[in-house]
């Protein structure tokens, strides 16, 4: 018992326990239940699946409250938590925090399904495999974003200084992202997807919803393993969220460093990455001038630590935080579809 109530990462155990089975709880239904038999999601089945997971993070703010209203306030690791008086500010100041930093990463993650898009579409996968890689690339993006967020959350607790470092990387990426909107990935030329070519056997085609198969060897016609394109899908989906991670972890630091608030806020925010993939994909073309608020969004983010020494006497105050995250991506979508409202849609694998 004292285990499970004892504290890690300043939340008590079983109240990670309670997230992790909540979590898996939601993947359990979603492939059990609504996609028990491979088939092709159209957009209005994305988007209502996204309203579903849009809901379940919002759902879970309530239970932020709770949490630190009762357990996480008094112990919080973020002194924006802790020094507060009343055990509702820190509960309201954390479900602040909490939807500040799912917002962003819910906008990085629309930013991600631009790449995977291109992926998709530079291996022909069919829309009726595409929901099965991205299935295995959440489970993997958990568990990767669970090992980079209890890195930064040590780097932080024992060098404060380290978010200076996140606000000049972030500063330095919304400056890049600015000047490189209409640059696109060379998927073909990437460095992983070569090195797996030159030294595993590799099928030419798809094999169903397969990522590996037995077949005889060219060579002595014995059975052995080869991966299929698909999986070489999979690794490259994967391969794109560590990449997008290096932007959006220290983004969510810079907005907490409270590891509970970072990694609960990131993994709703990726639970609904595949439903809403599917309806963004189909519009892609209609997004354009988001990049550009995700790129003042990472600037601003990264700008108001410095920010916070020089105007507020130590942190931008979370509602103004989550009032010009909110107001620059709802302008960023606004604008971006009323420019591309006579354009057609983009036709998909």
Known sequence: MELLTGLWLGMPVWVWLAFLGAVLAILVFDLGV?????????????????????????????A?????????GDKAIDPQ?????????????????YMTGYLVEKALAMDNVF??????????????????VLFW?????????????????????????????FAVIL???????????????????????NFLKKRMPLTKELHGE???????DSTGGKMVWFATPLFLCLVLVE???????????????????DPFIVYTSNIFAILGLRALYFALAAMVHRFHYLKYALAFVLIFIGGKIFLGDWLFDGKVPAEISLGVTFGLLFGGVVYSLWKSRDQAPTPQA
């Open 34 to 62: 609504l996609h028990k038999e491979a088939h092709e999601i159209e957009v209005k089945e994305s988007l209502w699946m996204s309203a579903l997971y849009i809901g379940l993070g919002l759902l879970w703010a309530v």
């Open 64 to 72: 932020v409250w709770f949490i630190y209203y009762n357990y996480g």
């Open 81 to 97: 938590i802790a020094n507060l008086a009343t055990p509702e500010a820190k509960a309201w100041e954390a479900v602040k925090l």
């Open 115 to 132: 790449v995977i898009s291109m992926i998709f579409t530079y291996f022909a996968v069919p829309r009726i495999y595409q929901h099965r």
């Open 137 to 165: 690339g959440i489970l993997g993006v958990i568990v990767l974003r669970a090992i980079m967020i209890g890195l930064g959350a040590a780097l932080v607790m024992n060098f404060s200084w380290i978010l200076y470092v």
């Open 171 to 193: 500063i330095a990426t919304g400056v890049k992202m600015l000047y490189a909107i209409d640059d696109e990935p060379d998927i073909a030329n990437n460095f992983a997807l």
């Open 210 to 216: 397969k990522f590996f198969v037995k077949l005889p």
């Open 239 to 257: 391969i794109a969220d560590v990449v997008f991670a290096i932007d959006s972890v220290p983004a969510i630091f810079a907005i907490t460093p």
